[in-house]
């Protein structure tokens, strides 16, 4: 029997790890980069499936590219980019499906800060699909011993978590740069979750996948951790640093950026209420100071704990 072919696009820090999980459990695997070596035809020819870690601004692009080359009608794709595209204000999920209306689309998504998961370390995550056959056959491609992947069948809710709680990780970032303390955190983290629900559940996805890995479980690892990137610029503008420093020196890409302009203007529109989204955008634009956004944050009309 021919083994199982798996192309992952984009060499980046995550498509990197991914094709260090499926090498070590003995799939033949195949890493493209623009400017590197291969071509895209020779990488996806024939693969069984087709991984995609590109940037949100390099999606639309690639996928086009793609589509211009001999698949098999049987080439499952994969998604694992976490980000909203500005023009049209489509998930990655909502891209690949439109250009590949035919094809399995399956979201990888969860807490997988990439370095840790290069070190080693125990990690997990979910594979969604609307074909359970195409998220179980990835599910078999990356499970380890130190890799737990999980299946779903709410693909949008496991993106929109792994999405929309970048912009929540930045604001923690803030929090912590700005010594608020750990029930500010906790306080920020939770109601973080709520916008998420609301915004998620109003774009189509079900209430209880932001319960799940992909949801509060990246949102933990996300808030908690200075290995993110979208923490890291929420921690340095609470220091003093401009955005445009941030972005200069940080390494990789912080697609929380990005994913708050985009999410505030399709939740204007659609008169979504998202406060911290809010602060956290009218920070980035440079209108109030990381101490101004806390007090916006603070001072709202007093309500009840609404959930959604
Ligand atoms: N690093 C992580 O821990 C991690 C974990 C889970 C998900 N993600 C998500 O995966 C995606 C990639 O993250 P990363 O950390 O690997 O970023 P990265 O900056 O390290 O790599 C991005 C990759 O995309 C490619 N790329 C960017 N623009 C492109 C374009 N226009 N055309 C073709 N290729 C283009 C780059 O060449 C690079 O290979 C992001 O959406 C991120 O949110 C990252
Ligand atoms: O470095 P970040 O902020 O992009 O976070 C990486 C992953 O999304 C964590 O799951």
Redesign the pocket.
């Known amino acids: 029997m021919r083994e199982t072919t798996i192309a992952i696009l984009?060499?980046?820090?995550?498509?990197s790890a991914l094709a260090t999980l499926a090498s070590e459990n003995g799939y033949s695997v195949r890493l493209w980069?623009?400017g590197g070596a291969k071509t895209l035809l020779e990488v996806v020819e024939d693969a069984d499936i087709i991984l995609s870690?590109?940037?949100?601004?390099?999606v639309r692009?690639?996928a086009a590219q793609v589509q211009s080359l001999p698949i098999s009608k049987e080439t499952i794709f994969v998604t694992?980019?976490?980000?909203l595209e500005p023009e049209t204000t489509s998930t990655p999920l909502q891209i690949w499906q439109e250009v590949f209306p035919t094809h399995a689309v399956v979201v990888l998504c969860g807490p997988?800060?990439?370095k840790e998961i290069q070190m080693s370390l125990p990690a997990a995550t979910v594979v969604a699909s609307e074909s359970a056959a195409a998220a179980q056959s990835v599910q078999l491609v990356f499970s380890s011993h130190r890799f737990r992947v999980y299946t779903n069948s709410d693909p949008l809710g496991v993106e929109l978590g792994g999405t929309l709680k970048n912009v929540i990780a930045i604001a923690a970032g803030v929090c912590d740069g700005l010594q608020l303390g750990t029930n500010a955190k906790a306080a920020l983290i939770t109601r973080g979750l709520t916008e998420m629900v609301r915004v998620g559940v109003h774009w189509g996805a079900k209430m209880e996948t932001f319960y799940g890995l992909s949801g509060l479980g990246d949102l933990l690892a996300t808030c908690n951790s200075p290995l993110s990137r979208n923490y890291q610029v929420g921690y340095q503008l609470a220091c003093g640093k401009t955005l445009t420093e941030i972005l200069a020196h940080i390494e990789?890409?912080a697609?929380g950026v990005n994913t708050t302009v985009v999410l505030m203007q399709r939740a204007k529109q659609q008169n979504i209420s998202v406060p911290i989204t809010e602060q956290v955008y009218r920070l980035i634009q440079s209108e109030v100071t990381p101490r101004q956004a806390l007090e916006e944050l603070m001072v709202r009309d007093m309500k009840p704990e609404h959930f959604i």
């Open positions: 984009g060499a980046g820090a995550w498509g980069s623009r870690a590109i940037s949100m601004k390099g692009a690639v694992a980019t976490k980000g997988n800060l990439s990789g890409t697609e």
